[in-house]
């Protein structure tokens, strides 16, 4: 007997990758409320209220991925977690810039190098983003 979930997923890969992105988007943001300290770390000083700062962005990851599991609300929660990410962004490049003054990241003892690579990601999930959304709205 066939699996309907496994089928429709065949049928349309673009809202199966929907759904795998908005449960690692709203996974993401969870964490930022169980685990709020390593994303606080990794702020710049410049940004005030970090732990604020941290759980809005929790908030908004989880509500953007929420949104990328429904047909009508995925092209907005597209919009709105590329808001997010550029949002978060200057965290990401604190990361680069300074990851010996970054407790959890120096711990790992990893070369540089990754996190500078690490940027560009965010254009590359940007872009995700933008294609498995570009039709949600239309009918299966």
């Known amino acids: 007997m066939s699996n309907p979930a496994r089928n429709s997923f065949k049928a349309n890969p673009m809202r199966a990758s929907r759904l795998i992105l908005g449960t690692v988007f709203m996974a993401a ?3 930022h409320f169980l685990r ?3 994303y606080e770390q ?4 410049w940004i005030p209220l ?8 929790g908030v908004a990851e989880a509500a953007g991925g929420a949104a990328l599991l429904f047909d009508r609300t995925a092209r907005p929660g597209c919009w ?3 808001a997010t990410l550029l949002a978060v962004f200057p965290a990401n ?24 690579a690490r940027l560009p990601l965010q254009a590359v ?10 039709r949600s709205l239309e009918r299966d």
């Not at 990794?42 to 000083?45: A, E, F, H, I, T």
């Not at 999930?125 to 294609?131: E, G, R």
């Open 36 to 38: 709020p300290k390593p």
């Open 80 to 82: 709105w977690l590329i």
């Open 93 to 116: 490049v604190q990361m680069a810039v300074d990851p010996d003054g970054i407790p959890w990241v120096s711990k790992m003892n990893l070369p540089g190098a990754l996190f500078w």
């Open 125 to 134: 999930l940007i872009a995700v983003l933008l294609v498995v959304t570009r």
């Open 42 to 45: 990794m702020m710049p000083d």
């Open 50 to 57: 970090h732990r604020e700062a941290v759980l809005a962005s």
């Open 29 to 31: 943001g969870l964490l």
